[in-house]
């Protein structure tokens, strides 16, 4: 609450009796307490896939190669299952081929 000029200024003070004087200094007063978002830490967004036919159309592939990469170890980093459960972490699988959103040429 701060006072402006002859009455005192709140919360409960309709707009419409506000000069934009008072509004602006009732603004800055506001932005001066509450935290800036560049304050906070921001955690990084991941990208999950939650099963094989998810990551074999982000991959561009078709699910049995995708499966074959699975039998054969090259994702065991990368996934975590329990049961049928399936949580496929796709940055990893990305970074660990380093694949790029466009095709090679072939020669």
């Given at each position: ?29 506001w ?15 991941r990208?999950?896939a ?44 990305l ?13």
């Amino acid at each position: 609450m701060s006072e402006v000029g002859t009455f005192a200024i709140g919360l409960d003070t309709p707009i419409h009796l506000l000069t934009p004087r008072q509004l602006f200094e009732m603004m800055t007063e506001w932005q001066a307490k509450t935290p800036k978002a560049e304050d906070k830490p921001q955690q990084p967004k991941r990208w999950y896939a939650n099963s094989i036919g998810e990551l074999a159309e982000i991959l561009g592939t078709s699910e049995t190669t995708v499966y074959r990469m699975k039998a054969a170890g090259l994702l065991d980093d990368c996934i975590s299952q329990y049961g049928r459960w399936m949580m496929i972490d796709v940055e990893k699988v990305l970074e660990k081929f380093k694949l790029s959103n466009r095709r090679r040429k072939k020669k």
